[in-house]
């Protein structure tokens, strides 16, 4: 949440932070602002959108020039709370929560000095300016500073009179680019590819300093620190819109292509190789008892799914925790365990924090399936598992939800493999479906223009129910997170099982239900709890497979899916769901790829 953009250059670099800065609105969009040393010192701020700053920016000019776009977590989105907060002569932005802003802040004030925002920032930059006056070098002094803050926060500085920007890193995602004509930093590369494809992945506790001239990265104890210029494998057409009208319907239709590149390394292989995984993974696979999944929000959903797949084919025990609820509860450790974190970015604060007291328990037999390579998740794990979904910048989950869900199916494939559970014929069988999964895929996304129908009937519902039974009660799940993601209609998933226990009292002619029904061995099961549905007046819109006996009538709705497909039907049913809440919320014309309150990369708690 929150983004970063920071240059120094030889040319004017305003167009370079705006420019910056619209890549990274997907991390938030409450308010924008920047802080330019020209030579003193200029900053300009703006409720809302970056295009609202870049109006207000037009015809400034710097070389150098720090940027942020928002989303708000201290203090209400309004000019005044927007970054960059500014102390006598300098300016900061920020990414993340210090936690005991509150001591600090109170410990300032009676020092004299003054808050004009509600934000944690603020007490940043006057602490940052109160250590300056222990040293005069401001890399030191924000080390300095930075030993007194709990918290998570990548910072960017400038300061008048001052031809570099310093930078630190802890728990939240900043890295610097290495250009030909000048130096960057930022939340994301994606915001840096207009400018140079070199990028140096800063690590905790990592501070650094640019400058036209060079760049140079030290440790919290001051101490200089090596790290590589990797080549960014992102392209600037990949996190270009085209002619798509949102990122979300993008991503939609990129998923044939996502899951074809995800499951590109298994080739034409009859047999799947636990290394794709890691070199020790069977050695660590082998020695497995249980499975213990870690995620929040889609990545959790995918994570209930695998459950059902693991269980099943490796005979082993998973549970599965949301991460911000698993490390402030009293657990019982298990150092057989696989622990497996799940994160589009690998940054999700809640999920990196619960790996690491996983960690802390004894539990070293880490995992992460996650869709960016160079970020702290991965670092953090033992084993890892690259999606290859490319760049997703819409803030409902599309791609990388049905690409977690390929590689926790190859992972159920490996670990039933290694536990000696799956023979080798039935491997081939599951193997060759996975490879058909991108042109299955393909085939469900043209049931759009039947959607498009269906979508138009939601429009002006406030409720919606989601029913799904087996492995597919997580994609009713998943389904009723888009619709309410989007387009604000509150809406429920249950295990259709369940409804004579509490939500059939729910159930009338305007709340429309949307039941995941394939032809599987719970299906009549299924179908008799429609029918308790439709005999309470319930309007019915069933996603069923091609042969299943599921028929249309009045109130009931059906639309097939071309071919059942098994074990793996989770990935295909989830598709038609995206694409009714995105066709949904452009009938009620809500912000697509911008909704409220939400932002993509959640990095704080």
């Not at 036209?212 to 030290?218: C, D, L, N, P, Q």
């Not at 009293?330 to 497996?340: G, H």
């Not at 977690?404 to 479906?433: V, W």
């Amino acid at each position: 949440m929150c983004g970063i953009v920071a240059a120094v250059a030889a040319q004017n670099i305003v167009p370079v932070l705006i420019e910056g800065l619209r890549k990274l609105e997907y991390r938030g969009y409450d308010s924008a602002g920047l802080a330019l040393v020209n030579p003193g010192l200029q900053r300009i701020r703006a409720l809302g959108r970056v295009s609202e700053l870049a109006a207000r920016a037009e015809g400034a000019s710097a070389f150098i020039g720090v940027a942020h776009t928002r989303w708000a977590t201290h203090g209400a989105p309004s000019e005044r709370n927007a970054h960059p907060h500014v102390s006598g002569d300098l300016a900061i932005v920020h990414n993340g929560i210090i936690e005991n802003f509150a001591e600090i802040k109170a410990d300032l004030e009676r020092r004299g000095y003054a808050f004009h925002s509600d934000t944690d920032t603020e007490v940043v930059a006057h602490l940052l300016r109160e250590t300056l006056k222990e040293t005069p070098d401001l890399l030191e002094a924000l080390r300095l500073a930075c030993n007194h803050l709990t918290g998570a926060y990548a910072l960017a500085v400038v300061r008048e009179g001052e031809s570099r920007i310093v930078v630190a890193r802890q728990g939240a995602p900043l890295l610097l680019g290495v250009g030909e004509k000048g130096h960057y930093a930022a939340s994301d590369a994606s915001a840096l590819l207009q400018v140079t494809r070199d990028m140096v992945y800063l690590e905790d506790g990592d501070l650094a300093e640019i400058s036209s001239a060079g760049w140079r990265v030290i440790s919290s104890r001051g101490e200089p620190a090596t790290r590589a210029i990797s080549e960014s494998s992102l392209s600037a057409d990949a996190v270009e819109l085209g002619a798509y009208r949102h990122y979300m319907q993008k991503e939609i239709f990129e998923q044939p292509e996502a899951l074809g590149n995800t499951l590109e390394m298994l080739g034409g292989a009859t047999r799947l190789s636990p290394n794709i995984f890691g070199s020790d993974a069977p050695e660590r696979f082998a020695e497995i008892r249980s499975v213990l999944i870690l995620a929040c929000g889609t990545s959790y959903h995918a994570g209930l799914v695998a459950r059902y797949w693991i269980e099943e084919l490796a005979r082993i025990p998973c549970t599965v925790e949301i991460a911000s609820e698993y490390r402030y509860r009293v657990t019982v450790p298990d150092p057989s365990a696989l622990v497996v974190t799940i994160s589009q970015s690998g940054e999700t604060a809640d999920t990196l924090a619960a790996v690491k007291y996983a960690k802390a328990q004894g539990m070293e037999h880490t995992l992460t399936i996650c869709n960016s390579p160079e970020s702290a998740l991965v670092r953090e794990s033992a084993l890892r598992f690259l999606t290859r979904a490319g760049p997703e910048i819409g803030v409902a989950s599309t791609k990388a939800f049905t690409t977690q869900l390929t590689a926790l199916a190859m992972l159920a494939l490996a670990l039933a493999q290694c536990s000696g559970k799956l023979d080798p014929e039935k491997e081939q069988r599951h193997l060759d479906a996975l490879r058909h999964l991108p042109l299955a895929v393909h085939k469900v996304l043209a049931l759009e223009p039947e959607i498009k129908v269906w979508a138009e009937r939601f429009a002006g519902k406030d409720h919606a129910l989601f029913l799904g039974r087996g492995h597919h009660y997580p994609v009713a799940l998943e389904g009723a997170l888009k619709l309410k993601e989007i387009s604000y209609i509150h809406a429920e998933a249950y295990p259709a099982g369940e409804l004579k226990h509490g939500p059939l009292a729910l159930v009338d002619r305007d709340m429309p239900v949307i039941a995941v029904a394939p032809n599987d061995m719970l299906l009549e099961k299924l179908k008799s709890n429609l029918q308790e549905v439709r005999a309470r007046g319930g309007e019915l819109y069933v996603f069923a497979d091609a042969d299943s006996s599921v028929t249309e009538s009045d109130g009931i709705h059906v639309l097939r899916l071309p071919e059942h497909y098994g074990l793996l039907s989770p990935v295909l049913h989830s598709v038609p769901l995206q694409l009714l809440a995105y066709h949904v919320a452009l009938v009620k014309g809500t912000d697509v790829d911008k909704p409220r309150n939400l932002a993509k990369s959640v990095t704080v708690e």
